[in-house]
């Protein structure tokens, strides 16, 4: 590989990790707005409320139990599969910046020795 398809390599992966941080980023924002959206919506689920007028019963208490039981999977979902969800797109988002320094770091050593070997020359 000669320096110059080097560099040119170094700059194209800090392009490619810099496109799948922005794609993270943006993962991340729909995520987070769902989750909101998702945590608005959960009232809903003990909507209508049953009362001794409106509903009672062995149908009634059924029928809680389920809506408790959809409460209980709506939790779930909405604190711990998707707080786990951001959490690993956050973790990847912080590998990936440790990356693109990384490279940065490469590319500007590279071009540095690059410039000494042409004053070199010269």
């Not at 810099?18 to 909101?36: I, M």
């Not at 209508?48 to 999977?73: K, M, V």
Request: charged share 30%; proline share 1%.
């Amino acid at each position: 590989m000669t320096i110059l398809s080097y560099l040119s390599y170094l700059v194209s992966k800090q392009y490619e990790k810099r496109e799948q941080l922005l794609r993270l980023n943006v993962a991340q924002s729909s995520l987070d707005a769902l989750q909101g959206e998702f945590l608005q919506s959960q009232s809903t689920l003990k909507n209508p409320e049953l009362t001794q007028r409106t509903w009672h019963g062995d149908r009634a208490r059924r029928f809680e139990e389920a809506r408790d039981d959809l409460l209980y999977s709506y939790k779930d979902i909405s604190y711990t599969q998707l707080d786990q969800a951001l959490t690993t797109i956050e973790q990847k988002a912080s590998s990936l910046q440790a990356e693109i320094q990384s490279l940065e770091t490469h590319i500007f050593n590279e071009r540095e020795r690059l410039e000494r070997e042409r004053r070199e020359e010269v």
